[in-house]
């Protein structure tokens, strides 16, 4: 005979704010197959315990028929079938900075010497016969996000192969993002042509309520806003979309008889495919 019986020493409680939780103990008798152990704990335990949600369980085959269960509650609600978790990363990145945005002071110099434009280059020096413009180690703004869909049954074939074919490309299309994370209101993001790269994505199978094979799906963007009206070393207006690359090409230019490193023109170059991203975000 298949029997539940919960524990001396059962509902341990951590009692909170943040983090209330329950744990219910219980030992099962006469079940050699997981599956009777499965089903005897499911139809025994409650959903909600002191009001807290359940969580998960584990079992712990003793031997001889014998398993050890714990139930877990806790104040945070299960992932449920279409729900969307939504993460970002601002973390800056580091570049080599090298023509300053403006001057703060200055120059400076001895009194009688004369200044020498280095054409907002920064830390321009030289090596040999050779003027480099080295410039500067800043942080720059990074905006990163990832969605993490709980999805059952997904077309597997086409819809990978679709992820895959799609992975280091960026959006040819205007795009506003809503994303139904549960919380009111919706999250709406809003992006130009150019300014997002598709990542990747991971996928696992996994089984989450009562059992239904489910696949969790993560996929991950960064974010590059377009840029306008840039100037370089006296090269004005120049335009640039979010993921293309921009790179200098210099002269040399005499400056009160020292030669320095002059910008010779700016070249912004798509380095990225481009394609439609608006089938990659759930709905």
Known sequence: MTAIIELVGSREKTVGVENPS????????????????DALVQATVPAFYNGLPFQSYHAT?????????????????PRSLGSIKF??????EKIKQKYSLATASGPYVPAGAAVIDFKGGIN????????????????IPKFAFTLETITT??????????????????????????????????????VKTGELLF?????QEQAVENGIPTFQITQRWEFSPNQVGLTIGGITDIVKRGWDYLWVSYEPEVSNNKFVQKPRQVNVDQVYRMTSHADLFPS
Do not use: C, H, M
């Open 199 to 203: 990542v990747g994505a991971t996928g």
């Open 124 to 139: 321009v020096k030289k090596s040999g016969e050779k003027t480099e413009v080295e410039g500067v180690e800043i942080t």
């Open 61 to 77: 085959d003793q031997g001889n028929g014998v398993w050890s269960v714990e139930v877990a509650y806790g104040r945070r609600a």
């Open 87 to 92: 993460a970002f990363d601002t973390t800056g």
């Open 153 to 190: 049954n997904p077309p597997l074939g086409s819809f990978v192969n679709n992820l895959f074919l799609k992975t280091g490309t960026v959006n040819s299309d205007d795009l506003t993002i809503t994303v139904n994370t549960g919380l009111p209101p919706p999250l709406t993001i809003d």
């Open 22 to 37: 329950v744990t219910l103990r219980y030992t099962v008798a006469g079940a050699t197959d997981d599956a009777v152990v």
